[in-house]
């Protein structure tokens, strides 16, 4: 049975390989690979199921325009939650604002593109509180030189 899948596979790749680039090769129910358990869901738009992993070097994801990017953090009418209701949202919620739950995650999966742009978000959060952090040091050192001098 697995070299019969196996097979099929090739043969679905050469067929693939040779197709002219510009006409996309059509399978109406979509590809699936690996065990004959893994099934595309029924009135989804996928295209392809794999069961068991995937190895590449490069992954590129379309977006298409349907994702927003984090530069928003950036942006003056943005409002940065203070540490201290971020630290209040983790104890309530054991995760970080705007980051699914890992019972989210189990349920719907990760979306590449959106879980990119969350985590680029969090980075760019953190900057701003680093940049925060770093004014108060050099207002509290430029205290302690005034101090120290009387």
């Known amino acids: 049975m697995k070299k019969l899948i196996l097979l099929s596979l090739i043969v679905g790749l050469l067929f693939v390989q040779k197709s002219n680039a510009q006409s996309p090769v059509g ?23 794999v069961a068991g992993g995937i190895i590449t070097e490069k992954v590129r994801v379309a977006t298409n325009g349907t994702t927003f990017w984090a530069d ?6 943005y409002k940065l939650r203070s540490l201290n209701e971020v630290a209040q949202y983790i104890q309530l919620n054991k995760h970080l604002p705007d980051v699914p739950s890992t019972a989210e995650v189990n349920q719907q999966g990760i979306d ?39």
């Open 112 to 150: 590449l593109a959106n879980t990119q742009a969350i985590l680029l978000q969090k980075i760019e959060e953190l900057t701003l509180y680093v940049i925060e952090q770093d004014k108060k040091i050099n207002k509290l050192n430029k205290k302690v030189r005034q101090l120290s001098k009387k």
């Open 27 to 49: 399978f109406p129910n979509g590809i699936t690979v690996g065990t004959p358990t893994v099934t595309i869901p029924a009135g989804s738009n996928y295209k392809m199921a």
């Open 72 to 77: 928003f953090v950036f942006d003056k009418s």
